[in-house]
């Protein structure tokens, strides 16, 4: 089955500074990757996605880049702010498929 | 439109008891979802439903039965439960294409003593 693996686990950034989350996956055959972000004690709520038939999509300061030969996606967060401050998922599904793998999780933090 | 709702928000059990989680969603999806989710684990699937009258194991189905009662309810029971399952559960649905984002309901907190 669909292994996916995200990194760091944790990263604390300055307010302002951009942050970068990476996850790789496993199945060729995936075609679908969601980032989730999760604010404690909430539900994760999904912030953009990519699908394989592109390879960088941006939603104001928020961009995710796929690499499908590499196999592995990343997730960009340019001028940080405190609000950013929540764990991020990231997430990979296969054509035809109807469930999704979920990375570990990345707590990020953004100080003042 | 409320998305996806879960009951109880929170809930403690003694070992052995046993219990059910509830999830209806009100966007007409056809697949729905239970994780379970640990610290440091992400989130982990229990089972699945890729249509009304259907359900399978995910990665962690041991412990855990469920029944999808109608297209808009999934249901998790836990028979007899151990502390092992402690853990906050999410429902999450999707209307079943493989490249459309799942909506998650706002997690059950299960403390089993």
């Known amino acids: 089955g669909e292994n996916v693996e995200q990194h760091p686990s944790t990263l604390s950034v300055q307010e302002g500074d951009s942050a970068v989350i990476k996850c790789t996956y496993s199945?060729?055959?995936?075609?679908?990757f969601p980032w989730y972000k999760q604010e404690l004690g909430k539900r994760p709520q999904l912030i953009i996605d990519?699908?394989?038939?592109?390879g960088e999509k941006k939603d104001q300061r928020i961009a995710v880049t796929l690499n499908k030969t590499a196999k592995h996606f990343s997730l960009h967060i340019t001028e940080t702010q405190p609000e950013d401050s929540a764990v991020y998922f990231c997430?990979?599904?296969?054509?035809?498929?109807?469930?999704?793998?979920f990375g570990t999780g990345t707590q990020l933090k953004v100080e003042l | 439109n409320a998305g996806v709702t879960q009951t109880p928000k929170f809930q403690v059990l003694k070992t052995g008891q046993s219990m059910t989680l509830q999830c209806a969603q009100d966007?007409?999806?056809?697949?729905m979802y239970w994780y379970r989710q640990d610290p440091g684990m992400g989130l982990r699937l229990i089972y699945y439903?890729?249509?009304?009258?259907?359900?399978d194991k995910g990665e962690v189905p041991n412990g855990y039965n469920v029944s999808r009662l109608n297209k808009r309810e999934f249901s998790l029971r836990l028979e007899s439960a151990a502390p092992s399952q402690t853990s906050v559960y999410f429902c999450?649905?999707?209307?079943?294409?493989?490249?459309?984002?799942?909506?998650f309901g706002d997690g059950t907190r299960l403390s089993i003593l």
């Open positions: 999450a649905s999707t209307n079943g294409d493989s490249v459309q984002p799942q909506h």
């Open positions: 199945d060729s055959a995936s075609n679908y």
């Open positions: 990519i699908r394989s038939n592109v």
């Open positions: 997430a990979a599904s296969r054509r035809g498929g109807n469930k999704l793998t």
């Open positions: 439903s890729a249509s009304e009258g259907t359900t």
């Open positions: 966007m007409n999806h056809n697949s």
